[in-house]
């Protein structure tokens, strides 16, 4: 299974960096719980529920506050059940023209191919800068 969940996030990140969305979403368990840093002045802070919530309060915030943001998965990591992924976010922030590039490491974990849990460790400082 470990092989199997290793492929599912790296087509994740392949899915989301050309913007298709409905792909990762459907990856996402129905009772997802996505998990991003709950820092003031990050607009997509905090955990979120289900599918509809990370597409609506994640992924809508990052179209809204960035040009050209993609997810560079650089190394994923077997963990049985859970996927580690590290790589960099990189963008450039519209309200500052800030380049963003912020090193991340990704807790994926899977249940029966299915993304049931999400947490995203981050550079948040760097986040909050290119943000303004």
Not at 54 to 72: I, K, L, M, P, Q
């Amino acid at each position: 299974m470990s092989e199997e969940n290793l492929n599912i996030a790296r087509q994740g990140y392949e899915a989301f960096n050309r913007g298709d969305i409905d792909a990762v979403l459907s990856i996402m368990d129905p009772n997802i719980e996505w998990q991003e840093p709950d820092v003031e002045g990050l607009p997509y802070r905090g955990t979120h529920h289900g599918p509809e919530a990370v597409a609506n309060n994640v992924f809508g915030s990052v179209e809204e506050h960035w040009d050209g943001f993609h997810v560079e998965a650089e190394e994923f990591l077997d963990a049985g059940d859970r996927v580690i992924v590290l790589g960099r976010f990189q963008g450039t922030g519209k309200a500052t023209g800030r380049a963003l590039d912020a090193p991340y490491a990704h807790v994926w974990t899977l249940r029966d191919g299915r993304l049931v849990h999400f947490r995203n460790y981050t550079d948040t400082a760097n986040l909050l800068q290119a943000l303004g």
